[in-house]
Structures are given as structure tokens and as C-alpha cells.
């Protein structure tokens, strides 16, 4: 199985703060690399997927980018609403495993 | 706009059986992979199941293998996830996503919610 690993776990920043996340692969994933935002009691939304395209609706403040094994999630310049968990998922081979979450939170 | 509808989740006791159901709409079903994803409570986004649009393709993780059961109709425009023998560690909300190109979870349902307790 490929073992997906995000750092770090938790992110504390403020109000137009850029914010970076990574997520590691434990083999080649090529781009198949999606991100989820989670909010509590809602379900996860799709940010971005193919590790570089951004879903539609989703604001151009988020950006990712890697190939391979390591991936990154930036936020150019965070907004309130930006304050959630994050997880990356490989869709490369089954069983599509999720990272572990970084919890982002307000400093 | 598209819609996924989790339902079918409650109270069970360990070693019994639930099924959930996923109803879908505003899509041409048929043409589409799902997925059921799972959430312990307090705890991270656990993939369990994928079924191919024709069915042809199943995978499941090695934590349900045996045990859970994916299916769809197309027909009703509807996906399936049978759960037998279920355990204490099976407790979270389970989510039904539709799948795009890459296989990302694209539409999501709110989820609904198994406890296995006795």
C-alpha cells in the first residue's frame, strides 16, 4: 500500500498569512495527488486534483504543484474561511489513501 | 446541480449487519466510479470502497475486505455499501463521493452515521 504522509500536522497562522503544506508519497504517485479542505460536520470538499488543477468555484488563492513523491498545497494569502483541516489523497493505485490532515488554525 | 444522498446508517450491534445507500442525481450515473469514504469520530478520511460505473472494477481496503460488500444500480441511480460482521472500529460517518478523471472524490454526500456499540 502507499503510505501518504503530510506535514506538519497542525499550522497555526494569521489573516493573509502564505501558507505551505506537503504531503509525501511512499512511491511514485505521477500527479495523481488530490487535496480536500474539511470544515467540523461537513463533508470534504475538493480543492485540487491531477496535483495541479484546481477544482471549479475553488478561489485562486490555492495552488498546488509535484510530481512523483512530493506535493505541495499553497495558500497565497489565507482568509478567514481558509481555517479547516486539509488532507491529501493518492488515487493512483487502490487502496486510495489519505494523508493524516494538517489542522490549519488561527494564530 | 449534482446531488449524493448517504442514508440507511444507525445503531448496531458488534457482528451485525447495516446496509447504506447513496442516491444520486443530476448525473449520468452510469458513467461514473464511487466511492465510500470514512470518518471516525475525531479521526481522518479513511478510503473503504470503490465500484467502476459498469461494476467491473471493485476495490476495497484491507480493513473491510470480506466483510463490506459495494454495489450500485443504475437503473435507480443508486450505490450500496453492505456491511457484515461489523466491529467497534467500524463506528464513523460514512460518506459517498462520485469520482472524476483521476479519480479524485469529486461530489460528496453529508454522510450518514454508524455506531457499532452493544
Known amino acids: 500500500d502507499i503510505q501518504m504522509t503530510q506535514s506538519p500536522s497542525s499550522l497555526s497562522a494569521s489573516v493573509g498569512d502564505r501558507v505551505t503544506i506537503t504531503c509525501r508519497a511512499s512511491?511514485?504517485?505521477?500527479?495523481?495527488l488530490n487535496w480536500y479542505q474539511q470544515k467540523p460536520g461537513n463533508a470534504p470538499k475538493l480543492l485540487i486534483f491531477?496535483?495541479?488543477i484546481l477544482q471549479g468555484g475553488v478561489p485562486s488563492r490555492f495552488s498546488g504543484s509535484g510530481s512523483g513523491t512530493d506535493f505541495t498545497l499553497t495558500i497565497s494569502s489565507l482568509r478567514p474561511e481558509d481555517f479547516a483541516t486539509y488532507y491529501c489523497?493518492?488515487?493512483?493505485?487502490?487502496?486510495?489513501?489519505f494523508g493524516q490532515g494538517t489542522n490549519l488554525e488561527t494564530k | 446541480e449534482v446531488q449524493v444522498v448517504e442514508s440507511g446508517g444507525g445503531l448496531v450491534k458488534p457482528g451485525g449487519s447495516l446496509r447504506l445507500s447513496c442516491a444520486v442525481s443530476?448525473?449520468?450515473?452510469?458513467?461514473?466510479?464511487m466511492n465510500w469514504v470514512r470518518q471516525a469520530p475525531g479521526k481522518g478520511l479513511e478510503w473503504i470502497s470503490s465500484?467502476?460505473?459498469?461494476?467491473?472494477?471493485?476495490d476495497y481496503a484491507d480493513s473491510v475486505k470480506g466483510r463490506f460488500t459495494i454495489f450500485r444500480d443504475n437503473s435507480k441511480y443508486s450505490l450500496y455499501l453492505q456491511m457484515n460482521s461489523l466491529r467497534v472500529e467500524d463506528t464513523a460517518v460514512y460518506f459517498c463521493?462520485?469520482?472524476?478523471?483521476?479519480?479524485?472524490?469529486?461530489?460528496w454526500g453529508r454522510g450518514t452515521l454508524v455506531t457499532v456499540s452493544s
Open positions: 491531477a496535483a495541479s
Open positions: 443530476e448525473f449520468t450515473f452510469s458513467t461514473y466510479t
Open positions: 465500484i467502476s460505473g459498469s461494476s467491473d472494477y471493485i
Open positions: 512511491q511514485t504517485i505521477t500527479n495523481y
Open positions: 489523497q493518492q488515487s493512483y493505485s487502490p487502496p486510495y489513501t
Open positions: 463521493a462520485r469520482c472524476g478523471g483521476y479519480l479524485e472524490s469529486d461530489y
